[in-house]
T-cell receptor, first 113, second 116 residues
Framework: DAKTTQPTSMDCAEGRAANLPCNHSTISGNEYVYWYRQIHSQGPQYIIHGLKNNETNEMASLIITEDRKSSTLILPHATLRDTAVYYCIVRPYYGGATNKLIFGTGTLLAVQP | DADVTQTPRNRITKTGKRIMLECSQTKGHDRMYWYRQDPGLGLRLIYYSFDVKDINKGEISDGYSVSRQAQAKFSLSLESAIPNQTALYFC???????????????FGPGTRLTVL
């Protein structure tokens, strides 16, 4: 079962920040939050992951609440090419059987011109 | 060249036929995975392999089999295809997850399979 809850869809104006929320109220201490995205019918693409500190890379920022029960993925300047389904996934960091990714239905982000 | 390749990219077949989908990777990863995606749904894990001698069932392995011919190759077979196996199939790879790696999975471009 997916351990995360995300809105089904969101809109964002091109050039503005896109803030995608995710609830993971049952997250355990050794689980990280991962974000992937899937542009129409392509293979999913890794975006970012984090444990408890905020993280930033060239694609996005990840803000995790202090109680770790929710997080927000931020695309600082959304472009039309960012239109995709965004998946929030929680899983332990290291391998073993728990290396599997469990995808929910994600959030369809539509960036509007 | 793509790091993870899948062949064929599209396939239409008939009920009862045997189908093999192939996946190859040049990333040197130990771990490989097969997922299927149905319209409007997320990906579901079919099988995964942590090395050449290790094969594990995923969430929805019934009706499927796999073969890890080499570290770089992982094939998915449908022994007798049925219409509800019509889906988009993705192969993925990852490293072993030890050390400071991101434990990131890299996905192929997908194979669109239609069973009539």
């Amino acid at each position: 079962d997916a351990k995360t809850t995300q809105p089904t869809s969101m809109d964002c104006a091109e050039g503005r920040a896109a803030n995608l929320p995710c609830n993971h109220s049952t997250i355990s201490g050794n689980e990280y939050v991962y974000w992937y995205r899937q542009i129409h019918s392509q293979g999913p693409q890794y975006i970012i992951h984090g444990l408890k500190n905020n993280e930033t890379n060239e694609m996005a920022s990840l803000i995790i609440t202090e109680d770790r029960k929710s997080s927000t993925l931020i695309l600082p300047h959304a472009t039309l090419r960012d239109t995709a389904v965004y998946y929030c996934i929680v899983r332990p960091y290291y391998g073993g059987a728990t290396n599997k990714l469990i995808f929910g239905t994600g959030t369809l982000l539509a960036v509007q011109p | 060249d793509a790091d993870v390749t899948q062949t064929p990219r599209n396939r239409i077949t008939k009920t009862g036929k045997r189908i093999m989908l192939e996946c190859s990777q040049t990333k040197g990863h130990d771990r490989m995975y097969w997922y299927r995606q149905d319209p409007g749904l997320g990906l579901r894990l079919i099988y995964y392999s942590f090395d050449v001698k290790d094969i594990n069932k995923g969430e929805i392995s019934d009706g499927y089999s796999v073969s890890r011919q080499a570290q770089a190759k992982f094939s998915l077979s449908l022994e007798s295809a049925i219409p509800n196996q019509t889906a988009l199939y993705f192969c993925a790879t990852s490293d072993s997850g030890q050390g400071k790696g991101k434990n990131e999975q890299f996905f192929g471009p997908g194979t669109r399979l239609t069973v009539l």
